[in-house]
């Protein structure tokens, strides 16, 4: 590193009343003050969890959000997996568990016999979604994902299914299954775009 | 039961006209109590014996219960100030919250490490909620208070204890409440909690010294130790001493948070430096006691403020309105003014709480030292001279010694190269280990 890269900083000096700490101790009182009897901000600020939901206020991005996994169904209802073993391999935590049999249909060769998912593991990066060269495996915008037990968080093939008949209405597959990497997973760019709304 | 039957019950539940309802009807229920068992208390009353301890035991519960409140508003202003809401899902807007606390106090497991030295380990957090609330002996709540079924003329107190030394009890009480804090950090056989303990006896010892100085110029003017004395002499003339004594005042409530360990001077239990400070160890109800004392112990430090500088009972400033009135009624408006009071004085600390960052160790230490201790001086040097010349009793004579010596700190901070408090290049370079020097090496040459 040159002498001329080297940025010397100076502390600002204080002023004479900065150096009393009096007057400053009643500027910082009354910040709080402001704070703690401005109920709209308070509004503003927190979402009482249960019952206000990001979701439930339009907030969530859904197109981004990366919530539990889902496996994709093709419009002929097959799984539209190909057991190519991208994602697990794009996994930084291997969380994803597959074996591949051979596909009964004559468009693909291989098709997932098993393909669990170790939601407990799973750092909910979303690498698997991006390597993915068909579009089959993608994170929802569900959240809410509890268990009693560890096995019960192992998602299989089944559940992972499930979750997509049950998000397929509000994130819709892109089709066709080839897209824009996920930028704007088909939605309008307002919900889409990230950062559309000033942060609070 | 149908699902919209729970709904509606809920609803009715959570609404406002319940925790009213209930509040009325417990009113009610007391009043009831105490306006049917009168006859059986009525002497206990008019004796002066028995009232102060009819007193006590009121005050104790009254005590005891609001820190418990005190624990719901703390948090709850924690919230406000920071834009949150605050606990507000047990009870309504959260106000059984501190119930749900203390059954969570009481049902927690109670551990007692290994190592700790047992005794002193139990004693601590016994000793430092003990002597947090015996300070409230001699608080003059209502002043005196005449029942009319008593002879005419005759009054009782309703202070518990009325002693000669007055304030010098409560700053003795005060500092004895480091000694729980100490004796946890010790019998902890933790060397954080040690550290923590050290701490809080290092900053008591610092900060006694501008509470003591400042408390001597007051004392100088009103002539007396008594706290029942400086309240009437306060609400006789109207004239708070807080207006004749601010720069005082000033002193005495920084002093106060120092005393109380509360934030900006929560170094003790400084949570980001020494785990949990010298309540590391302790878990369950010994914590709760420390809780417990620290509250109270913000409660005294408030009530002991008001008595000497806003007037202790008295309603309002500059008129000595109720000043000589002994009715029951009278008494009861001022024991209202005077709680009153305290809960503005602990918004304003738990306020201060959450604005201020916390001080390091040797800033505080350069506050009390450099800056408060020769301001009590200044301040005892200007008084002893007004005594002399005998004006310390008047009004105008020491206003005008609080603002001189309020200017010439002015003066002085407007040449000071630092701040008070100072910088970190300030510290002083001990250069123990020098950089390559091999630490386990020491080089006797």
């Not at chain 1, 400053?24 to 709080?32: A, E, S, V």
């Not at chain 1, 539990?68 to 169904?73: D, S, Y």
């Not at chain 2, 109270?296 to 109720?322: E, K, V």
Request: glycine share 8%.
């Amino acid at each position: 590193m040159r002498d001329q890269d080297v940025i010397v900083l100076q502390e600002p000096r204080l002023t004479a009343v900065e150096r009393l700490y009096l007057p400053q101790i009643l500027d910082g009182l009354r910040t709080t003050l402001r704070h703690m009897f401005s109920l709209a901000r308070r509004r503003q600020t927190v979402r009482q969890y249960p019952e206000d939901t990001r979701q439930g206020r339009g907030e969530l991005r859904i197109a981004n959000y990366r919530g539990v996994h889902r496996l994709n169904k093709d419009p002929h209802g097959r799984v539209a997996c190909v057991a190519c073993f991208m994602c697990s391999t794009a996994c930084p935590v291997q969380c994803i568990h597959i074996e591949a049999g051979e596909s009964p249909w004559p468009d693909r060769e291989k098709c997932p016999v098993k393909f669990d998912i170790d939601e407990l593991r799973c750092i909910y990066c979303g690498f698997c979604e991006e390597a993915c060269p068909v579009d089959a495996i993608e994170l929802t915008p569900h959240y809410e994902l509890v268990g009693r037990t560890r096995e019960e968080m192992i998602l299989d093939k089944e559940k992972l299914l499930a979750v997509y008949e049950r998000t397929k209405e509000l994130k819709p597959r892109k089709n066709p299954p080839i897209t824009d990497y996920g930028l704007t997973g088909g939605q309008p760019p307002e919900v889409s775009r990230p950062n559309v709304q000033g942060k609070v | 039961m149908q699902d919209q039957d729970v709904q509606r019950v809920e609803r009715l539940l959570r609404s406002p006209w319940v925790v009213i309802g209930a509040g009325v009807l417990l009113l009610a229920l007391v009043g009831g109590l105490l306006a049917l068992t009168f006859p059986l208390y009525r002497d206990l009353l008019a004796s002066p014996f028995w009232f102060p301890i009819i007193v006590m035991t009121g005050m104790l519960m009254l005590i005891l219960t609001s820190t418990a409140i005190c624990i719901l508003a703390e948090r709850k202003i924690a919230a406000f100030t920071q834009d949150r809401h605050g606990p507000n899902r047990v009870g309504w807007w959260g106000l059984l919250q501190p119930v749900a606390d203390g059954l969570k106090f009481l049902l927690k497991e109670d551990i007692i490490p290994r190592n700790v030295d047992r005794p002193l380990f139990l004693l601590a957090p016994c000793l430092s909620l003990t002597i947090s609330l015996i300070g409230f002996a001699i608080i003059p709540w209502a002043g005196q208070v005449h029942w009319p079924w008593m002879e005419p003329g005759a009054t009782v107190s309703t202070q518990v204890a009325s002693l000669d030394i007055g304030v010098l009890y409560l700053l003795a009480v005060g500092s004895l409440g480091v000694y729980g804090v100490v004796l946890a950090g010790y019998a902890s056989n933790n060397k954080y909690s040690f550290y923590g303990g050290m701490r809080a006896a290092a900053q008591m010892i610092s900060y006694e010294l501008p509470l003591g100085l400042a408390l001597v110029c007051l004392l100088l003017t009103t002539g007396s130790l008594r706290l029942e004395v400086i309240v009437q002499q306060q609400a006789t003339s109207g004239l708070w001493y807080v207006f004749i004594h601010p720069l005082v005042f000033l002193l005495v409530l920084v002093s106060g948070f120092a005393e109380t360990n509360r934030l900006p001077f929560d170094l003790p239990e400084a949570e980001q430096e020494l785990v949990g400070g010298y309540h590391t160890e302790y878990s369950s109800m010994k914590f709760a006691m420390f809780f417990l004392a620290e509250y109270a112990h913000m409660i005294t430090g408030s009530a002991l403020m008001i008595a000497l500088f806003f007037g202790g009972w008295a309603p309002l400033p500059f008129s000595s309105w109720l000043a000589d009135r002994t009715t029951w009624w009278a008494m009861l408006v001022r024991l209202g003014i005077y709680l009153g009071k305290i809960g503005l004085f602990i918004g304003l600390f738990m306020l201060v709480r959450w604005t201020l960052p916390r001080f390091r160790f040797d800033q505080l230490m350069r506050l009390a030292w450099r800056s408060l201790a020769p301001i009590g001086l200044g301040l005892v040097a200007g008084m002893a001279v007004l005594t002399a010349i005998g004006l310390h009793r008047t009004w105008w004579a020491c206003l005008a010694l609080n603002l001189l010596v309020t200017l010439v700190v002015l003066r002085l901070a407007a040449h000071a190269r630092r701040p008070v408090t100072g910088r970190q290049e300030d510290l002083p370079d001990l250069n123990v280990f020098p950089i390559g020097t091999p630490t386990g090496v020491i080089d006797h040459a």
